[in-house]
């Protein structure tokens, strides 16, 4: 069983097959719901045995497809190490599931095609950041999203502010030596005096001896990251992190740190309060997603009309395309005739055309975005979408 990731989303939404099972539901890692979670799976699995005995599989292939998913049923060890969502996405001759960070609708579904709109968030939120922890004692490097994070290395940076000391000694280019006296209070740290600026006002000094060791610090960022591009947050007190943006040359350092000594946060707690910072970039982005889509409205270039959506998803003619949460629309798409039945009750050999639409619309580069009743840029729902021409 794996996390559920941006990757696992693509790999899914490229798989077609007659009898794609998908098995969503809530999870529940802790706590008396727990025990009713193998009984939610069991009423699932049997949901999904009448969808594929109605699409003419036989008892045998039944049977067979769907056995692993059945194994979970009694699987301790499987339910113990559970999160908020779990998914199951069965084919005939695989099977694939994931544990999901938030909660998912309870739904059976079969058709051609996993169904993975409830996922959306997953790629709509998967904005990559870092976490750049700086304090005097350590500096720390994370790769995080909205649902985890891990560490990365620092090329040739000290454990310690000892080893740090030292290793600033060490470099020639930071044009400063530590050969004042120690300080009145007996700390065997001994500040740094820049060649150049004799007789410096104190507190210019330590701002240029802060200014150095930033430009240490985001020369080994560079070294870590290289060309990328993404968002990083600064982890320490609020006059550090100004120096930092000063000194640094690195284009997307977002202008709220996460303030306070870093060192005593656990490296989960620095991603969350970093992914605050981060979501009000995803939040100003999605709302100008929204007011393009009023804009493009104007000038023709906007629908909301299903069957003209769908078509255009295709051929890959969406650039930005809204669905409202929990919503479904049921029929068959034929891309030969470009025609869509819509069906108030969905038949066997029916599919969920809202999914169809996000994965038509993911696989050629559109935006897709699982907005709200509330949020929604139509009055009338549940679809809405910026066509690029």
């Not at 502010?161 to 120690?182: I, K, N, V």
Request: charged share 30%; with cysteine.
């Amino acid at each position: 069983m794996n996390r559920f990731t941006a990757e696992e989303f693509k790999k899914l939404a490229k798989l077609e097959n007659t009898f794609c099972v998908s098995l969503l539901m809530p999870a529940h890692p802790t706590g008396r719901e727990t025990k009713q979670d193998p009984i939610r799976l069991k009423n699932l699995i049997k949901e999904a045995e009448s969808q594929l005995h109605a699409r003419g599989r036989s008892p045998e292939e039944v049977r067979k497809q769907l056995a692993p998913a059945r194994q979970r049923l009694d699987d301790k060890a499987f339910w113990a190490h559970q999160e908020e969502g779990l998914a199951l996405y069965c084919q005939p001759e695989e099977t694939n599931i994931y544990r999901v960070p938030f909660p998912l609708p309870e739904r059976a579904m079969v058709g051609r095609r996993c169904y993975l709109t409830p996922l959306i968030p997953v790629i709509s939120e998967d904005t990559r950041f870092f976490v750049l922890a700086i304090s005097p004692k350590q500096v720390r490097l994370f790769e995080g999203t909205r649902y985890g994070s891990h560490e990365m290395e620092l090329p040739g940076w000290p454990e310690d502010f000892e080893e740090l000391a030292r290793y600033l000694e060490s470099e020639p280019q930071l044009q400063f030596h530590t050969g004042a006296q120690p300080t009145a209070e007996g700390n065997s740290d001994r500040a740094a005096v820049f060649h150049g600026h004799p007789g410096g006002d104190a507190s210019t000094e330590k701002k240029q001896r802060l200014a150095e060791y930033c430009r240490l610090v985001d020369r080994r960022l560079h070294e870590a990251v290289g060309d990328s591009r993404l968002p990083l947050v600064l982890a320490c007190d609020e006059r550090l992190a100004s120096i930092y943006r000063e000194t640094s040359k690195y284009s997307r350092i977002l202008k709220q740190p996460v303030t306070g000594n870093p060192d005593d946060c656990k490296p989960a707690d620095l991603r969350v309060h970093a992914w605050e910072t981060v979501k009000s970039l995803i939040d100003e982005t999605r709302n100008v997603a929204i007011s393009n889509y009023h804009e493009a409205a104007a000038s023709g270039l906007a629908t909301s009309r299903l069957e003209t959506m769908v078509p255009a998803a295709h051929e890959g003619r969406v650039g930005t395309l809204f669905l409202e949460e929990g919503a479904e629309s049921w029929g068959q798409y034929d891309s030969t005739r470009q025609k869509l039945d819509l069906h108030s009750n969905p038949g066997p050999e029916d599919e969920e055309l809202l999914n169809l639409l996000a994965l038509f619309s993911f696989a050629r580069g559109a935006d897709v975005y699982n907005l709200s009743r509330d949020e929604f840029p139509e009055k009338e729902g549940p679809v809405a979408a910026i066509l690029r021409y």
